[in-house]
Structures are given as C-alpha cells and as structure tokens.
C-alpha cells in the first residue's frame, strides 16, 4: 500500500489540504499527517482547526511514497522558514520520493533548489519568483515533471488529488473514485 505524508502549517489553504487527502484516501492511500510546529493543533487560513498525526520532529526516516505540501500564503511562508521541511524536501527528492505542491508551496520547493531541472505551475502570485528558479514554467492546473508535481491552487486541488493517486496507484483508480465523486 502506497503511504502519503502531508506537512501542515499554520496558514494552509483547507481545501489544498481536504481536496487530495480525501482523494487519496478513498483510492486506498495510507495517509499521515504532520505539523511542521510544535503544536499538534494546526489552524488553516479560513480557520479549520485540523490536529495532525504527529509532529514533523516526530517522523522518522523517509516512511513515505509521496510528500505533500499544501500552499496559502501565510502557510507556505511557515513551511519556507522551517528548516526541517527544507531538510526533509531536500532527503526526499534524493531518496526519489514524489513531492508534491500546490498554490504558492511551489515557492517552497524552488527556494530549496528541487525546481532547477523541472517544470512547474503555481499559484499566478508567485509566479515570478519561481519561473527563474525552474527549468520551465508551465501555465497548467497540474504540472508532472518526473516525481515532482505542482498545481495552481484551490481550484485544482481536486485535479491535484486525482493526479496524485493516478501516480501512486493507477489512472484506472484515480478514474473509479473520480466516478463515485461524480466529478
């Protein structure tokens, strides 16, 4: 069973968070959640209080498939001042894991240099401050670029999930829960 860890800081956009977790979830995905804080209480953007599995300083080694970092603004901020984030995007993108990103998390993964030989999207806002740290920007809802995947925002956070599990499972998965969502 393919595992997926998610990296909560306070700020997250909720629906970049609920969006590919329940995705991912109903396509048999063993999901864990961390706060990048010490507080095992996470406060979204809109004010959704979500208690995480467990601590980022709790989390041992690489036991993950596919890192995921939902964006909004003051959350992505949070995870660009980690520097244990920084660390584990950097042990995770050696080890091969799939990274993930949506909205302005993307600007996380360029500061940390994962971006230099891959293509991406993100949220428009925080366009410029990628496009000169990726090998090519892309004007996509969804951007695959070997084990790195990035998507634009809110609005695509369904997409998002729906590549995602395409990626770790099946297209024919991705394609069945699709259906019983009825998107």
């Known amino acids: 069973m393919a595992t997926a860890l998610f990296l909560l800081a306070n700020g997250f956009e909720e629906l970049e968070f609920v969006a590919p977790y329940d995705i991912l979830h109903r396509g048999g995905i063993k999901i864990q959640t961390a706060s990048i804080s010490d507080n095992i209480e996470v406060l979204g953007a809109h004010g959704l209080k979500v208690l ?5 300083k709790q989390v041992e080694g690489l036991p993950f498939d596919l890192l ?3 964006g909004g603004g003051t959350g992505t901020q949070n995870l660009l001042e980690s520097e244990a984030v920084k660390n584990l995007l950097l042990k995770s993108n ?6 993930a990103a949506i909205c302005a998390a ?7 240099g994962i971006l230099r030989n891959h293509s991406a999207t993100s949220y428009p806002s925080v366009r410029g401050e990628i496009e000169p740290l990726c090998k090519r920007y892309l004007d996509v809802p969804v951007a695959v ?3 790195i995947i990035t ?3 809110a609005g695509t956070a369904a997409e998002f999930g729906f590549c995602l599990l395409s990626l770790l499972v099946s297209s024919e998965k991705a394609a069945e829960v699709r259906g ?3 998107f």
């Open 52 to 56: 995480a599995d467990a601590l980022l």
């Open 68 to 70: 995921v970092l939902p």
């Open 94 to 99: 050696e080890a091969g894991k799939t990274i």
């Open 106 to 112: 993307p600007k996380v993964l360029a500061n940390a």
């Open 145 to 147: 670029s070997e084990n």
């Open 151 to 153: 998507s634009k925002g």
């Open 180 to 182: 019983q969502m009825k």
